[in-house]
């Protein structure tokens, strides 16, 4: 299978640019939303349309008045690539105006698109609303299910493109399969009508020119004759004649003709191809009687030549097949039995070794019964292979014989002991001694049987694991849930699982021994599940259990079992690496009764199991709603400022003091970033750091608080203060991103800030991930001549190894050991030999937390460079520290 040409095709693919793709957009989405009594628009990605509005212009201007296009924009920029969020809802200033925007994906989850639907929720509605009349007007969960539905056929049309052409030279495969089957099953039926001729009552001429008519119009030749041997047994007469479109009759050319002028009337076959090699009496004849190609054969009487069946090709240059000769020699049988039954007597015996010649060799099976008891008169060995089982035999009999049979009457019979499905074609003729029979045609049609089957599965299937697609999750989910919902009593669990350090692995060992680990993943979840419960990967490391029946103890038993297994190592390779879990568990009805709801639910019990720690597992309970609520609140909101440009995300700096200078002076500050939502008010670093590292959206703050940052510090280094650096956080999700130097660099080149005054602070968390890749990345960064700190050292992984192993300018000591610093000596004992190593190594210390004088007095005498802290003061908004520290 070529892929580069199936990449080829997905690159052509341009979502909306194609005029015939928007009408069929813009007709599907007018007649689903009339349908429906909502309305809907499609945008691209910079709020381009796709679509019309579906509706009058009245229409669209009273839901402008709701629905702004700031909000359509924020709902578009709320999508990502790869995310596996499809549907976002939006508010609208009035309860029973409804609006989501269902996201339109390309391949590998690429965003392409936006369908905007809305609608007028008439159960929502009080009296006093004033809506005017001519709207239309649905109901909450009607314009759910029709959102839903607009999400799965999107999925159908857009995001399976590339699967389909994937799917593409298999299918070709199949038809090319189907279409030899469909010209055996057009030769078969030629051959049929050709059959039913041997009992004709009619005149040879006649029964000859039927036999001619079939197959010239069946091999889509030029020209067919019969030529027949005059009684001078020197001439030769054009007995009959049939001749296709554009052609015209040859009886003048052939009246008369001395058959020695005509090379092939010699009692032997002839096949004759365009580009056969020909003897020069057959090269003049063809050009004479402008034959391409040709297909000769004798009839004989008592074995002396009479007749020859001529079948021409004039128009085109042709080869013939096979198949081609070998029916026309079934063709040249039927004639010759004819012929001898209107010149012998013993018709019945000829036209029986005729119809077995002709049936043992036609390539499919075939079966001749009595059509008024049903009883075989006949039937050839290809057949009797196909059944050679007798539960089989007696069982095809029983379906097929007997019954009354319209002409052409085809079906299909699968042979359960052989495992083989056969293609049967039944039609009503004339058996060679006159009774009326039905005849069986059977071809094996196992292979393209296999293929549908083959192309349904993958439909459902991921590629890589062998387990269930998301698609089948969301079919699953939504039929356990009504079940479930139906019953009354039965409870059914979802099992939302998502890898803690699958990021560190893919990244690191590569997308191949990834792929490794997702397949090792998916194996043993299956194992471990057994028949109790599906298994499915939705998408990326996440992955979903349904068990449709609740069982606690089963459920238990499978979240333990999971657990026991993630604490161990997968063999990659040569090699065992560790990769952890997190899991989120919901039960249905008791926890929902919407597939959203649910999955929802689900994604909250995660995101708490990951803040626990790894390999953790979370249930969702009602006491925890309200919190549910709030982590909700908090991500919408911060989808929302992110989109918006992060503008409300300010940085505040606390001061830096060089306590190794007359006066403590101020040296600098540490960027600290604040986020002042527009709905929830300011939330502190600790509420939304770690959903914004879970969410993604890190990178995005990051970046702000960075640019933000060097701008402000090359201010002050430009009025007056050259000296001031400032020191912005990295989070290891940041310092893991293959972007984060070119993030740095740029950042660099925007605000102009001279390298040696940004200094980038990572935590010790870096020591959990890949340190190899850390220690690289931070080289990077330091070609770059940016000054690089370890902060909070001293808790978590600390390791005085690191100290060596990293490329730091600065420690900074973690306030934990600050607290008691004069008072407790092991405290006094790490600081002093912290910074004792530092000065061997060129490296200064920052001690952060100090609160009062006593704490700074006990520090003087340990090689301490600068200090941070309350005592000096508490983290300033800019112009609050630029007043006070900006001379």
Known sequence: MDLTNIEDKVNMFKFGDDDRNRQVMQSMQDLFCRSNHIYGVCYGLTYN?????????????????????????????????????????????????????????????????????????????????????????????????????????????????????????????????????????????????????????????????????????????????????????????????????????????????????????????????????????FTDFFRDFNISAGVFLPLTVNDELSMYLGFIESRRPRKWAVEDVRFLNDVKRVLQTILLKRITKNSLASSYAAIDAILENSGCGICVSDASHGSVLYSNDTFNNMLVELSDRMNFESKMLGDAVEEGDATEYYAEAAGRWYSVTRALIRWVDGREVQMCTLYDITPMKEYQKQIEEQANLDDLTGLYNRHRFRKDFQDSIRDAVRSGGDQGSFLCINLDDFKDINDGLGHKNGDTLLTLVAKSLKTICRDQANVYRLGGDEFAILVPYYNESEVTRITETIQKRFEQPWGIGDKDYYCTMCMGVVSYPKDGVSEDTLMQRADYALFEAKKKGKNQVETYNAATNTHSQRRLDLERCMREAVAAGCKEFKVYYQPLVDVTKKGHQCCGAEALVRWDSKDLGMVMPGEFITLAEYLGLINSIGEHVLVEACKRCKFWNDFGHPEYKVNVNLSVVQLQQKTIVDTVRNALIYTGIYPGNLTLEVTEGIAAGDMENMIHTMNELKALGVRLALDDFGTGYSSLSYLRELPLDVIKIDKCFVNEVGEDAFSDAFVKTVAELADTLHVNVIVEGVEDQAQESALEDMKVHMIQGYLYDQPLTQDEFESKYLD
């Open 49 to 281: 349309k796709i679509t019309e509005f579906s509706g009058t212009a009245d229409e669209e201007a009273y839901l402008r008045r709701h629905i702004s296009v700031e909000m359509e924009k924020t709902l578009i920029a709320s999508f990502r690539d790869d995310d596996l969020e499809d549907v976002i809802s939006g508010d609208s200033n009035q309860p029973f105006i409804l609006y989501k925007a269902v996201a339109i994906r390309g391949h590998s989850g690429k965003l392409l698109g936006v369908w905007m639907i809305s609608g007028i929720a008439a159960d929502l509605k009080s009296d006093v609303d004033n809506v005017p009349s001519n709207m239309r007007f649905t109901t909450l969960a009607d314009f759910e299910n029709a959102v839903h539905f607009v999400e799965l056929l999107t999925k159908v049309y857009f995001q399976e493109k590339f699967h389909s052409f994937l799917l593409e030279d298999r299918l070709e495969e199949t038809q090319t399969a189907q279409s030899k089957l469909k010209q055996m099953l057009h030769r078969n039926e030629v051959t049929t009508e050709v059959l039913k001729l041997l009992e004709s009552d009619g005149d040879f001429n006649q029964i000859a020119d039927n036999v001619l008519t079939l197959a010239g119009e069946y091999l889509g030749l030029s020209h067919c004759n019969l030529l027949r041997l005059n009684a001078d047994g020197q001439t030769v007469d054009l007995l009959c004649e049939w001749y296709g479109d554009n052609y015209t009759s040859m009886i003048r050319q052939y009246s008369k003709l001395q058959s020695t002028s005509i090379p092939y009337f010699t009692g032997r076959p002839y096949t004759i191809s365009s580009d056969s090699l020909m003897p020069e009496e």
